[in-house]
């Protein structure tokens, strides 16, 4: 069994998901200055790779001859998953134009617009106060047109 595990191609195989990891890195710091969103396909590879990794890890942790692969194998892990940390953070501060994206999901991240976290500051504030239009975030450009709002009030004056 120890040499089953302990292969060249094993070998190869966590030394280049190492190496890919610190590549993810970089290719996501460029995306950053490219996108006002966080990357959903990074998130949703590293989420992806960082279930498998585990399992891999512990199999590995689980034979004698194999813990130095391991090692290396759990730092991949760990490095990804503080990749994972860093992919979900929204990227509001660091925008140049940040008039451009007022709109809170205009910067949420992939699992940000699944669970409808932007919501919370929203909901925590109608929780403490009433809510007001004032107090509503601003609607997207691409998500309300001309007309459509021309023939919104164009109702709403009618039913008045």
């Not at 292969?7 to 950053?32: G, K, N, P, W």
């Not at 290396?72 to 998953?81: D, E, G, M, N, P």
């Not at 109608?126 to 047109?145: A, D, H, M, R, W």
Request: charged share 20%; glycine share 4%.
């Amino acid at each position: 069994m120890p040499d089953t595990v302990k292969t060249r191609a094993a070998i190869a195989c966590v030394v280049v998901d190492l190496i890919a990891t610190f590549m993810l890195a970089l290719v996501s710091y460029f995306e950053h200055y490219r996108n006002a969103r966080p990357s959903s396909t990074i998130g949703i590879y590293l989420t992806v790779s960082i279930v498998f990794n585990a399992a891999r890890v512990r199999t590995l942790f689980a034979t004698d001859d194999a813990r130095p692969l391991g090692i290396i194998l759990l730092i991949a892990t760990v490095i990804k998953s503080s990749l994972l940390v860093l992919e979900l953070k929204e990227k509001r501060e660091m925008l140049i134009a940040k008039e451009e994206f007022n709109a809170p999901e205009a910067t949420s991240g992939f699992f940000n617009r699944l669970v409808f976290w932007w919501l919370n500051p929203l909901l925590l504030r109608g929780y403490k106060t009433p809510l007001q239009e004032n107090s509503l975030f601003e609607v997207q450009p691409s998500l309300i047109g001309e007309q459509e709002l021309l023939a919104l009030y164009e109702k709403w004056e009618k039913c008045m």
